[in-house]
């Protein structure tokens, strides 16, 4: 299956764009600021969650426009066959609720999971190793979500548990323990799911690292640091037993958002965030590729996107066909932004092209 059809209406720079007959590699060249990277967000905002930039939806809106914008696409699994269509946005008299429409009726943005499989690289995720856990535990559930669309419903019921946990706790009362019972009990319900996938998708993904071949870039380790226990009635008690400390914080201080991914480099024996930048670069790419060669193992009909924003950028010839060989040999739909078309000369055969200059798409 494959996504095709896109729309884009006051979409940031974009009033009104479109994208029409994509192929396994998708590119957008264009000027720095010219909007290719919107583009990429648009799509990325097909999936659940907030997207490759994690942006208030009031934000997305064109400024100029009418305070709303759509995003719409279809899936086909063949040319002839009835596409299934996904769609999102914002009405300008709620700026602040999403709605999420698919094959025409009303849905939540948990359900766009069930249909695809999001992931992406950017340049500001060059400093996930440097940056907080929590950066680190959001591209960790990317993963898990890619593969396994009953993530996001995990992590949508912690973190609404969550938050009811953590305002009970810092009241001005002391609140009701029957009360935190229920929440926790819920919280330990979706916290055992997500730890469950979390632990699911490190360990299988440092496992392929560990027996894919030589490759042109840097081999990561991978290892989670629990932020809690993981089975749900251990949980439960520690989030009880935990209540007079937490209050005294005004916050939960164990549990599955306190989880941190751990990564070394393992020619080194270095963490990665003590590498190069070059060196971070390198095993992003490497857990990417692996992560994609292992949902095509699994090989669901689930279809999936893989966006690159400058990927290609910073890297040397070798390392660029090296990247470019192993995508091809995969299944997932490919969509990459540059300045200038030269460094993808060679997957032209399979490529789809469009320039992007002052929020407007033509194809190349």
Not at 136 to 149: E, G, K, Q, Y
Not at 179 to 194: T, V
Not at 228 to 252: F, I, V, Y
Not at 256 to 279: F, W, Y
Request: glycine share 10%.
């Amino acid at each position: 299956m494959t996504l095709d059809r896109i729309r884009l209406s006051d979409f940031r720079n974009h009033r009104d764009s479109a994208l029409d007959g994509t192929r396994h590699f998708n590119l957008l060249t264009g000027d720095n600021g010219a909007g290719k990277t919107n583009v990429l967000e648009a799509i990325s905002l097909l999936a659940p969650g907030r997207g490759l930039r994690r942006a208030a939806l009031a934000e997305i809106a064109a400024q100029a426009g009418s305070g709303g914008f759509t995003v719409s696409a279809e899936l086909s699994a063949t040319p002839d066959s009835e596409p299934s269509r996904l769609g999102t946005g914002i009405a300008p008299e709620r700026p602040g609720r999403r709605i999420v429409r698919i094959n025409g009726a009303g849905a939540s943005g948990v359900a766009l999971a069930e249909w695809l499989g999001v992931f992406w690289l950017t340049p500001a995720m060059d400093r996930l190793f440097t940056d907080g856990a929590s950066a680190r535990r959001r591209f960790l559930d990317r993963l898990v979500l890619a593969l396994s669309p009953a993530h996001a419903g995990h992590a949508a019921r912690y973190e609404g548990a969550l938050r009811e946990r953590n305002r009970l706790l810092g009241g001005p009362s002391e609140p009701d323990s029957a009360w935190l019972d229920a929440i926790e009990a819920q919280m330990a319900d979706a916290g055992a799911g997500l730890n469950a996938g979390r632990a699911m998708m490190v360990a299988r993904l440092d496992a392929a690292l560990r027996q894919a071949p030589p490759s042109a870039f840097a081999r990561p380790e991978l290892a989670l640091a629990a932020g809690g226990p993981a089975e749900q009635n251990a949980l439960a008690d520690a989030l009880a037993a935990s209540r007079p400390r937490d209050r005294a914080a005004g916050r939960s201080l164990i549990g599955p958002h306190r989880d941190d991914l751990i990564v070394t480099m393992a020619a080194k024996n270095q963490p990665a965030a003590a590498c190069s930048t070059g060196e971070q670069k390198a095993m992003l790419i490497a857990n990417t590729l692996a992560h994609s060669e292992l949902a095509d193992a699994e090989g669901k009909e689930r279809p999936r996107l893989l966006l690159l924003d400058e990927v290609a950028a910073h890297l040397d010839p070798l390392r660029r066909a090296a990247l470019f060989e192993r995508l091809a040999a995969g299944r997932a739909q490919v969509w990459m932004t540059g300045t200038e078309p030269a460094p993808f000369a060679d997957i032209t055969g399979d490529m789809a092209h469009w320039t992007v200059a002052h929020g407007r798409v033509a194809e190349a």
